[in-house]
């Protein structure tokens, strides 16, 4: 550890709240907006030092804070550094004019980075509270009827994923024996524990709930579609892998606990068929992303629980590098969707040839970032049945991505001819090539050569699923318009009349209230009370 | 039956009788005559505490006593302020008692 | 069972019925009489006690005082209550379970009451221990004035607050005026004589009663009590009248009890051991000096909380 | 089982005690005397000052690392009076001192006596009670005797009532003559007990006592009668009839000490009744009592905070529930165990930081009901572009009621929640966290609308040092989340260990 190691990953997620409180008075409105893609800057660095083999632990002993940084949050924390940078460069322009987006969207940065170096606990639960409460406003921006309501059912299922966390976190607390803190020592005895299960099945439920696994995914669509297009790239890409490192960190992968495990693959799995099963028949370029998110997440997941039932060493890494490819693509596919409403006849071939690498990059076409990703998760997902599932969502995504892409095109075409913006093209065009080039970067340095990988059986292999996807989604064509049309968010539905309906019995308690407010009844109440506390002291003994 | 365990009777009981004014009777200053039952009731309770605790030449132990002339005086502070209130209530709002909620939840300003 | 036994429990008797007669009364008024008469008979409970003090006290505040601002406001409310009101009592079932469940309090009042040890635990030693150092004769005297003044003194501020809380009650444009009637509106023969005859007595009875307080049953409370019971009765004669609340005088007689109280206590931390302890030897005359105040204090304090917020703009 | 020594002569520091109680007595009597606009400087000039010595009481404590003692008068308990202070009191003053001074400074724009006239009624009214809150709050958390401790409580209800109705209006009357007629219920409880307690020991001194009582049919009424009478002071449901409308209609610089601070003095007698008076009593049933009622008050409370259609109305609902989580300390901080001092801490660390948030969202909410004309929450869309400063205040304090980190609600919560968990009872636990998301839910009413882009237009717009008042008092919830560990070993200073289960 060096002097730079540790001021860099103090600056990780400081430099957004620091510049934050700088630009606290109005006048530097204009500085707060050009902060968007300037903040991420010491993230990008910290990653970068450790990937090169630099790791760094803070601890601020007297408030209890402490922060590390190792290669898994490095892989992370790099490419999400990257996509902030590039969603602050798009967003700058347009939404940083108003000044509560802005805030937030600082704010949730300052989390996304947060969560990736906290040492802790509190300090994790402290970064995770910020990367998912202040996304409220981003995703609020647009200010009508369906962003509010995207915003208050994101809001549920976030404050009920920091109930469980909370839960989750105390068990985890409880169970450590020397009452350490440290995410290294509670993971490290949580095996032993006596609430393993309990710990278990809480963390699973609030990062499964913040990585969208079905049945816990019905505020992403909803979400991703009301965002600003800046702002669902950031959240999609980056402030999702708040959930995912969650996973890599509070799972113990170093035992192996078969029943967890199994259980976790099994629901990633469903989500990751699941969403292209939605997803294709939805016809909001958005909404398509957003079920395509949930479908990868799904796959994570999966390679988690793998890695969890059998105790697979190198899990952690594995799934991190598969996350960090989804970041940038996802990231730069959402901004591909504004730049393709916009471009101009000379661009649009670019933008669509770009967007259609990344998005059959997300299905894993050989030569393809993607394709890199679903390698290094070979290990964990094995030749079994995993293995095959694995492939089938392979397939399944292919056949979404070309759904997306014949959605994108038509809109491109259908779009009235005007000027490009220059911002947008910029800060897409780097982030699409970075989607492409970076993982080609990361992968020898993190993973090691590829040798056999290369081979011509190998990549005709991974090929296969790609080729399947693309026949269905040929055979598919004709009942493209038949398909079943799913309101976006499906079982969100259902959820939100469940609400409304226990809305009710508020008025039930108001008028139980009332009752009980008379002054009769307090006086008796307070006699019953005296007696039965009397009565309570005497069967205490 | 000494006179003190008769005065814890009827301490007692005037606790359980002012509690029961306190309780049902709806009027304001009804409710203030239960209160000061109840705390004349526990007055005589310090009252055979006190006698009970005669000692050293004395008929009863002083400090429960002066307890008691402590309590008075704030139990009288009490009803002053008690009573200034329902006359208040009653010159701004007419004749009220406390039985109905005066002031429903939803009431705006 | 001896004469005095049955007395007991014939006035035992007698001070429940009364006290049931309060609760249970159609009449409001008439349930405040009964309040007055109760309390003078608690009183002779006082005395069977042996706790004169408490008995003059309960008397003269209790029952007096307190039976004075209550028949005041019962009277008030009755000439307004013809207007009509909701004030009809809870239902059957709901008094019948308030009846158990007092009852049920009652009887384990009782039972603990009567499980208390006998004799039992007394901190009357330890009072006539020390009572040589306060140089007084009454031990409550040297209880309320020495052992824990400081509970006195913040009765006292008790007293003040329920002053600042019944004057906040005022209408705003009467602030600055006094309470009750104004002088000579409600001529009467009777009660004029009795107000020229009385008060004289009164306050010698009063002055006298804190005077010996500190060797013999009385004190400032019930000194203080009989004196404002004078003023009261030249205030409703209409001899006297309330000041104005903004009177520098009349805030300085209310504070001057506990302000004198906590002068002497402060002083203590530099002429004696510390807060509130008095120097050897002069504990008695500065207890005396401090009663002075207090009675003052108590014999303007009660009125005032007795005739209630300033309803009108006085006269100058 | 008494591990504190028993301290029964005056300690180092000591005379700060009495000076903590006389110095607001002294600025009550010279208030009245004066009149007029002094008894707004004596209450100012007074403020700094009592804050000053809570601080060193405070750190006198640090220092010796033993509770405080000051025998009144030189007569030592039983027969005479002991004033006593600990970690809780210590923090309980230090809280005092800010948040009556937050709320007095706050006031200074609504109750300044008007030009031109040399007394007003509701001034004069405001400046001495408050000083009486602060000076019987001092009494109630310094005091060693109950019979001292019952005039404390009387003094705090005659400071408080009339606050309550100083714009008398029929409905502020009617809320606080409810008000006082039930707070004079729970204080005549409590001399019930208190007279069986002298009855059975003879002495009323809580060090005297803790080592004298025995669990025995006299000391279970008495408890029973005294935490009953206490409970209805501090509006634990149901006991909570008069809270709402009396907290909801008050000036809101009133609110905020009533639901801050006012509520709190019982809730701390109850502490000290059964942490401090009856340690060596088991009461495994009765803290079920108590934190089941608890349990119910989050319910309840925060279910009608989400009914309710007046901002005020739900911050004092928000109070009823608030005051729940308070008992869910008791079944958690018993026996030997190693969660005690969690539990501990995370009731105190509760107590706290409920009382600078709310007092910061009642001061907020009196600024937007002032410069609004009115307090109705679907009328508030847009309040967040015209008075961001309020509701940025009103927003921290929402923080730490739903114990968001970084909060002190957020601490608290955590320190409980792992107490419940060690010590085998989580459904202690998971009442906070369900009363976390209904908190979410009703600060979600008030919150959303206002940061919504809504065009509203301001009567007047809020004094800044007002607006920097409240937040002020949130930042100070929000800062308690980083409470380093000395905090904690601060606030178990003269925390008596309690008998009772080893489950």
């Known amino acids: 550890m060096n002097a730079l190691g540790l001021v860099l990953l103090i600056a990780t997620p400081a430099t957004p709240l620091v510049m934050l409180a700088l630009c606290g008075s109005q006048a530097r409105r204009d500085f707060l907006s050009s902060c968007l893609w300037i903040a991420p800057l010491p993230a990008l660095g910290a990653a970068l030092m450790t990937i090169g083999g630099q790791s760094s632990a803070f601890a601020a002993p007297a408030i209890g804070y402490t922060l590390f940084i190792d290669k898994v949050a490095g892989v992370l924390l790099l490419v999400v550094a990257i996509l902030w940078i590039g969603a602050g460069l798009a967003a700058a322009r347009r939404e940083a004019r108003d000044v509560r987006f802005s805030v937030c969207w600082m704010l949730t940065m300052a989390g996304s980075f947060g969560v990736f170096v906290a040492a802790d606990l509190l300090t994790f639960y402290l970064l995770y509270a910020l990367v998912s409460i202040p996304a409220f406003g981003l995703i609020m921006r647009n200010g009508d009827a369906a962003s509010k309501r995207a915003a208050g059912v994101y809001m549920a299922f976030t404050i009920l994923g920091e109930a469980f966390l909370l839960a989750a976190f105390a068990l985890l607390a409880a169970g450590e024996p020397n009452g350490s803190l440290q995410i290294h020592d509670v993971i490290a005895a949580l095996p032993g524990s006596p609430w393993r299960d309990g710990a278990l099945a809480l963390i699973i439920a609030s990062f499964g709930l913040k990585i969208a696994l079905v049945p816990m995914h019905g505020w992403m669509p909803l979400t991703y579609t009301a965002a600003p297009l800046p702002a669902a790239a950031a959240l999609s890409g980056a402030a999702v892998k708040a959930g995912v490192i969650g996973l890599i960190r509070f799972l113990p992968f170093d035992t192996a606990l078969p029943d967890w495990g199994e259980a976790l693959a099994a629901v990633g799995f469903i989500s990751a068929f699941y969403g292209v099963a939605v997803g294709i028949t939805q016809h909001n370029l958005k909404t398509v992303l957003a079920y395509s998110s949930i479908s990868q997440m799904g796959v994570i997941a999966a390679v988690m629980g793998m890695g969890l039932a059998s105790a697979i060493p190198g899990t952690a890494l594995d799934s991190a590098v598969y996350a960090a490819h989804h970041v940038l693509v996802k990231g730069a596919l959402f901004l591909s969707i504004g730049v393709a409403a916009v471009a101009s006849q000379k661009y649009r071939p670019l933008v669509m040839w770009l967007s259609a690498i990344m998005a059959l990059s997300l299905a894993g076409l050989p030569m393809t970032g993607g394709w890199l990703a679903k390698l290094v998760v070979k290990a964990p997902l094995g030749d079994g049945i995993a293995g095959t599932l694995a492939d089938l969502s392979a397939a399944a995504t292919t056949l979404l991505m070309l759904h997306f892409l014949m959605l994108l095109a038509r809109m491109a075409q259908q779009s009235p001819q005007t000027k490009t913006q220059v911002a947008i093209d910029a800060s897409w065009l780097a982030l699409a090539i970075s989607s492409v080039v970076v993982p080609w970067l990361l992968y020898p340095v993190v993973v090691g050569g590829l040798g056999e990988a290369l081979t011509a059986s190998a990549i005709f292999k991974s090929l296969w699923p790609v080729l399947f996807g693309a026949a269905l989604a040929y055979g598919l064509r004709p009942w493209d318009h038949r398909l079943l049309s799913v309101p976006e968010g499906d079982i969100i539905n259902l959820m939100e009349a469940a609400f409304r309906a226990s809305l009710r019995l508020g008025e039930t308690f108001e008028r139980l209230d009332l009752r009980l407010r008379q002054w009769p009844a307090a006086t008796i109440s307070l006699g019953i009370i005296a007696l039965l506390l009397a009565a309570a002291a005497r069967a205490s003994r | 039956m000494t006179a003190a365990t008769l005065a814890g009777f009827i301490g007692s009981a005037l606790v359980g009788l002012g509690l029961y004014g306190l309780i049902t009777d709806p009027q304001p200053i009804r409710k203030i005559l239960g209160f000061n039952l109840i705390g004349s009731g526990v007055f005589l309770l310090f009252g055979i505490v006190a006698r009970k605790g005669a000692a050293a030449g004395f008929a009863a132990d002083p400090v429960p006593q002066a307890m008691v002339i402590t309590g008075i005086v704030v139990a009288f502070s009490a009803s002053a302020l008690a009573i200034a209130l329902v006359l208040r209530l009653y010159e701004v709002a007419g004749p009220v008692s406390l039985r109905s909620e005066h002031t429903s939840n939803k009431a705006e300003k | 069972m001896s004469i005095l036994q049955i007395l007991d429990i014939g006035l035992a008797g007698l001070v429940l019925a009364v006290a049931a007669w309060t609760v249970f009364a159609r009449d409001a008024f008439a349930a405040v009489v009964g309040f007055v008469a109760y309390g003078l008979l608690l009183s002779l409970v006082w005395v069977r006690l042996f706790a004169v003090d408490v008995a003059l006290t309960e008397a003269a505040i209790g029952s007096g005082v307190t039976g004075v601002l209550l028949i005041g406001a019962a009277g008030r409310l009755r000439k307004l209550e013809a207007s009509g009101g909701d004030d009809e009592l809870p239902g059957a079932s709901l008094r019948l379970f308030a009846a158990a469940l007092c009852i049920f309090v009652t009887l384990v009042l009782a039972g603990v009451v009567l499980s208390l040890p006998d004799p039992g635990p007394t901190l009357a030693p330890e009072a006539a221990r020390h009572l040589a150092e306060t140089g007084l004769g009454n031990p409550i005297t040297a209880v309320l004035l020495s052992y824990r003044s400081f509970d006195t003194m913040l009765e006292k501020v008790v007293l003040v607050l329920a002053v600042v809380g019944v004057w906040s009650l005022a209408a705003d444009q009467y602030w600055g005026g006094a309470a009750g009637n104004p002088r000579g509106a409600e001529p009467d023969g009777t009660r004029a004589l009795l107000a020229q005859v009385l008060p004289p007595l009164g306050i010698l009875i009063g002055i006298h009663m804190v005077w010996v307080g500190a060797d013999e049953p009385g004190g400032a409370f019930q000194g203080g009590a009989i004196l404002a019971a004078m003023w009261m009765i030249t205030m409703m004669a209409g001899l006297t009248e309330m000041p104005s609340i903004r009177s520098r005088l009349l805030r300085l007689v209310l504070v001057a009890g506990p302000a004198v109280f906590v002068a002497v206590g402060v002083a203590g931390v530099a002429f004696a051991s510390g807060v509130f302890a008095y120097p050897t030897g002069f504990a008695k005359p500065l207890i005396l000096f401090i009663e002075a105040f207090m009675t003052l204090s108590i014999a303007v304090t009660l009125p005032v909380l007795v005739a209630g917020p300033p309803k009108r703009l006085r006269q100058q | 089982m008494n591990a504190a020594p028993i301290a029964s002569a005056s300690t180092a520091g000591g005379s700060l005690l009495w000076l903590a109680i006389i110095l607001p007595v002294v600025g009550i009597l010279a208030s009245l005397l004066s009149g007029g606009r002094h008894a707004e400087r004596i209450a100012l000039l007074l403020m700094p000052t009592g804050f000053g010595i809570a601080i060193a009481i405070a750190i006198f404590l640090w220092r010796s690392g033993q509770p405080l003692v000051y025998v009144i008068g030189g007569f030592n308990p039983p027969l005479g009076i002991a004033l006593r202070a600990d970690g809780f009191s210590a923090v309980m003053l230090v809280t005092t001192a800010l948040i009556v001074a937050a709320a007095g400074f706050y006031a200074r724009a609504i109750f300044a006596t008007p030009p031109g006239i040399t007394e007003a009624r509701a001034p004069l009214t405001f400046w001495i009670l408050l000083q009486a809150i602060w000076a019987s709050l001092n009494l109630v958390f310094l005091g060693g005797d109950l019979f001292n401790l019952y005039v404390a409580i009387e003094l705090l209800t005659f400071a408080a009532v009339p606050l309550v109705c100083l714009d008398s209006r029929a409905e502020t009357i009617s809320a606080a003559l409810r008000y006082l007629l039930f707070a004079l219920c729970g204080s005549v409880f409590y001399l019930l007990g208190v007279a069986l307690l002298y009855g059975a020991y003879g002495t009323l001194d809580i060090v005297l006592l803790s080592d004298r009582v025995s669990s025995e049919p006299v000391v279970w009424v008495a408890a029973g009668l005294m935490t009953a009478g206490l409970l209805a002071k501090t509006a634990l449901f149901p006991l909570h009839l008069w809270l709402p ?74 109070t009823v529930a608030q005051i729940g989580y308070l008992f869910l300390m008791f079944p958690l901080v018993q026996g030997p165990n190693l969660w005690v001092a969690e539990a501990w801490s995370g009731g105190i660390m509760q107590t706290l930081s409920h009382a600078f948030a709310k007092a910061a969202m009642f001061l907020a909410a009196g600024l937007i009901a002032e410069s609004l004309g009115h307090d109705r929450i679907r009328d508030l869309r847009g309040i967040g572009a015209v008075m961001p400063m309020t509701l940025f205040a009103f927003g921290l304090g929402g923080l730490s009621l739903m114990g968001l980190p970084p909060s002190g609600g957020f601490l608290a919560k955590w320190l409980l929640l792992k107490a419940s968990i060690e010590a085998g009872r989580p459904i202690w636990g998971a009442v906070m966290l369900s009363g976390g998301l209904l908190a979410a839910g009703y600060l979600y009413r008030v919150l959303a609308p206002a940061l919504s882009s809504d065009i509203l237009h301001l009567k007047a717009p809020p004094r800044r040092s007002r607006e920097a008042v409240a937040l002020a008092l949130a930042l100070t919830a929000i800062a308690l989340g980083f409470a380093p560990k000395a905090f904690f070993d601060f606030l178990q200073i003269g925390r008596v260990a309690v008998a009772g289960g080893s489950s």
Do not use: D, M, T
């Not at chain 4, 060596?280 to 009622?293: D, G, K, Q, R, T």
């Open chain 4, 245 to 318: 409308p009396a907290h909801a209609n008050a000036p809101a610089a009133c609110s905020a000490v009533l639901s801050a601070l006012v509520v709190k003095g019982s809730f701390f007698l109850i502490v000290r009744l059964w942490f401090g008076v009856l340690p060596n009593v088991p009461h495994e049933a009765v803290s079920f009592i108590l934190a089941a009622l608890g349990s119910a008050a989050i319910l309840f409370g925060s279910v009608l905070a989400l009914q309710q259609e007046r901002l005020k109305l739900l911050i004092a609902y928000s």
